[in-house]
Nanobody, 123 residues
Framework: QVRLVESGGGLVQPGWSLTLSCAAS????????MRWYRQAPGLQRELVAS???????YYLESVKDRFAISRDNSKNMVYLQMNSLNSEDTAVYYC?????????????????WGQGTQVTVSS
C-alpha cells in the first residue's frame, strides 16, 4: 500500500508565504508524475501544479507567477512553495502521485492521494 501524507498547511495573512510538503511511503518502485490539487468550498477540485520525473512543470494560470513545485526523488517527496498568498488561495490542498508499486510489474501504474491539508489566507 502506498501512502501520501501532506504537511505545512495553516492560517496565514494575505501577502505571506507558505510551503507544503508531501511524503510518499510504502511499496514504491517508481514515482512518475507528482501533482498538487486544491478544492475550495462549493467549487470543483482543480489542478494547481504538476511535475514530471524529468522536472517538466505545469502551473494553473492564476498561480504561475507565485507558486513553485519541486521534488526530491531520493526522499520520495514533492513540495509546493506558495508566495504572495491571497484569499482566493484558501482551500484544501491535496497531494497526488502516479506510482508503480511493484518492480516485477513495473508497467502497472496507479494514482494515489493524500488526505489533504487546509490552507487559510485571512487577515
Amino acid at each position: 500500500q502506498v501512502r501520501l501524507v501532506e504537511s505545512g498547511g495553516g492560517l496565514v495573512q494575505p501577502g505571506w508565504s507558505l510551503t507544503l510538503s508531501c511524503a510518499a511511503s510504502g511499496s514504491i518502485f517508481k514515482i512518475n508524475d507528482m501533482r498538487w490539487y486544491r478544492q475550495a468550498p462549493g467549487l470543483q477540485r482543480e489542478l494547481v501544479a504538476s511535475i514530471t520525473s524529468d522536472d517538466s512543470r505545469y502551473y494553473l494560470e492564476s498561480v504561475k507567477d507565485r507558486f513553485a513545485i519541486s521534488r526530491d526523488n531520493s526522499k520520495n517527496m514533492v513540495y509546493l512553495q506558495m508566495n504572495s498568498l491571497n484569499s482566493e488561495d484558501t482551500a484544501v490542498y491535496y497531494c497526488n502521485a502516479e506510482v508503480a508499486p511493484d518492480a516485477s510489474r513495473w508497467w502497472e501504474e496507479y494514482d494515489y492521494w493524500g488526505q489533504g491539508t487546509q490552507v487559510t489566507v485571512s487577515s
